[in-house]
């Protein structure tokens, strides 16, 4: 129900919302209140978050700042959820020992990558702003996974015919998609080729790199979609000649679609909500 008042929510409500729509019990790894707070009104979103964000939150009278990509401790820990991605494999025939061994390679790095990170020092600003803090990632893209999984349904059928361009002209359907100023990109394979089976490989912290690509290819999958994916890892696919399709779907684009789902929720019960920092909004 649509409240005309804005209501008010603690840090710990904004996060269970997410959870809710993503049908988790805890909070994951890669997600975090970094600084709770009460009697919050308005919130500044956003996809990414740095000091300066904090700034504008304040200077646009702010009570918090929700930020999807990790920050604080999550960005320390989310590499883990990278495993998520075995079980995403074996929905798509992948053997489970393939699956596993397909995630070391990209687990490790991302991990060795974590240990740069300046992790305390957006948290640390928010606090002394006095800016509730908190950042919502993979209940957000869990969502994007859903409604794209959704959208590609009609492809699933074994009589489907659809091309890689087909399934382009779908993901393009999404408004998200529509107003981004990137298009769904076609990195191996051709518009012109037959997609056949198609994965929807997201919600795994990030993309699986080369080694959970082929893992796909191996198990009959024709076309997978990433919201990104590495440049060397792009380099080795196309040495190996690996035959599928990839299609990167838009970042900027793709998480769009699972945050604004989660930020229309919680205008829903009341909260304002201003969307910044890069969340395509489509109205
Ligand atoms: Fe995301
Ligand atoms: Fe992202």
């Known amino acids: 129900m649509r409240t005309s008042t804005t209501a008010a929510m603690t840090t710990e409500e904004i996060m269970r919302v997410a959870l809710?729509?993503?049908?988790?019990?805890d909070i994951p790894a890669d997600s975090g209140v970094h600084v709770r707070g009460d009697g919050i009104r308005r919130i500044y979103a956003t996809i990414d978050c740095d000091v300066a964000d904090l700034l504008l939150a304040r200077e646009l009278r702010c009570d918090a700042v929700l930020t999807h990509h990790p920050e604080g401790?999550?960005?320390?820990?989310?590499?883990?959820?990278?495993?998520?991605?075995?079980?995403q494999m074996v929905e798509c025939g992948v053997p489970v020992d393939r699956a596993e061994a397909a995630i070391q390679r990209r687990m490790h790095m991302v991990e060795l990558n974590s240990h740069v990170r300046n992790y305390g020092r957006v948290a640390q600003a928010a606090q002394l702003l006095k800016l509730s803090f908190l950042n919502v990632h993979l209940p957000c893209d869990v969502i994007s996974r859903r409604l794209i999984t959704e959208k590609m349904a009609p492809f699933q059928q074994p009589d489907s015919h659809a091309t890689v361009a087909d399934i382009i002209a779908a993901l393009q359907e999404f408004p998200e998609q529509k107003l981004a100023a990137t298009e769904p990109k076609v990195?191996?394979?051709a518009p012109d080729r037959l997609a056949g089976r198609v994965a929807v490989a997201m919600a795994g912290y990030t993309?699986?790199?080369?080694?959970?690509?082929?893992?796909y290819f191996e198990a009959g999958v024709g076309c997978v979609l990433m919201m990104h994916f590495p440049e060397a890892d792009l380099r080795e696919a196309?040495?190996?000649?690996?035959?599928?399709?990839?299609?990167?779907?838009?970042?900027m684009a793709s998480d769009s679609i699972?945050?604004?789902?989660?930020?229309d929720e919680l205008e829903r019960r009341g909260l304002e909500v201003i969307r910044a920092g890069g969340i395509i909004v489509p109205r």
């Open 238 to 251: 196309r040495e190996q000649k690996l035959a599928g399709n990839l299609i990167i779907t838009g970042h």
């Open 187 to 189: 990195l191996l394979g």
């Open 73 to 87: 401790t999550a960005s320390l820990h989310g590499w883990r959820l990278i495993a998520r991605q075995v079980e």
């Open 207 to 215: 993309n699986g790199g080369l080694e959970v690509l082929k893992a």
């Open 258 to 263: 699972g945050i604004n789902v989660y930020l």
């Open 20 to 25: 809710d729509q993503s049908g988790m019990r």
